[in-house]
């Protein structure tokens, strides 16, 4: 089911948006993840949380967890599926950074029209995944067979990037520091060492550098060249 960015405020929008995202990273979904995600206080986390319960778009599982409801899964990929096209359209087409694209993108996300979207997809060739390797809602993506953290590559054996997982995007720095450094989908590299502390040392192309331990264990990787 498509939906018109008119149908539902924007905040509805970016709530169905990060739910669904912290979902697809593995992580629990309560209100304190949102709060954290999206920069809200826990208060006003909660207040959408219950008018989105009104509106049909979640439901509160075990006392904590929240659950998007078919519909609010049908406005969160439609979210999510635009989001990723835009960042598509933006660094294939417009040349822009990471960063920059991922920005902008979080404006286009709501106002694309269906008549866009399917211009956009005509015009990028049907990608399946958005420039750090998160699959497009609706894309039929299939994530290779065999992936693992990073941080699960043995010291001198070879791997070749993924996925960037949402829940890095968001976090200040990361994608200049993995765009700058070349570790991105499709890229292959090798892990030379780990610290103590998980630090990998990595080299990708010609390019020694480190990788913190907590970002090392979520870049998503194929083991061997």
């Known amino acids: 089911m498509a939906y018109e960015p008119t149908e539902h405020h924007p905040a509805f929008e970016e709530y169905s948006e990060a739910i669904f995202e912290l979902g697809e990273d593995g992580v629990p979904v309560i209100q304190a993840r949102i709060s954290d995600r999206l920069e809200i206080s ?3 986390v909660g207040e959408m949380i219950r008018r989105m319960e009104r509106e049909n778009l979640v439901e509160i599982a075990g006392g904590s967890e929240i659950i998007l409801t078919s519909e609010g899964e049908d406005l969160a990929r439609t979210i999510v599926r635009r989001h990723r096209l835009a960042e598509c359209f933006l660094t294939d087409v417009l040349g822009l950074n990471w ?3 991922h920005n902008e993108a979080g404006r286009w996300e709501h106002v694309i029209s269906p008549l866009v979207e399917a211009a956009m997809l005509r015009a990028l060739g049907d990608p399946q995944t958005c420039p ?5 809602p609706g894309s039929g993506y299939e994530e290779p067979q065999g992936t693992v953290g990073l941080s699960e590559i043995d010291a001198g054996d070879p791997f070749t990037v993924v ?3 949402e ?3 968001w976090e ?10 070349g570790l991105m ?21 010609d390019n020694p550098f480190e990788v913190g331990g907590a970002t090392a264990k979520r870049i998503v990787v194929t083991p061997g060249t």
């Open 42 to 44: 826990r208060q006003a």
């Open 167 to 169: 829940e890095l995007e």
């Open 172 to 181: 200040p720095g990361q994608l200049e520091f993995l765009e700058g450094t």
């Open 185 to 205: 989908p499709g890229r292959p590299g090798v892990v030379l060492s780990f610290a103590s502390d998980g630090t990998a040392t990595v080299k990708v192309g």
């Open 132 to 136: 750090h390797g998160n699959p497009i």
């Open 163 to 165: 996925r960037i997982p």
């Open 99 to 101: 960063t920059d694209a």
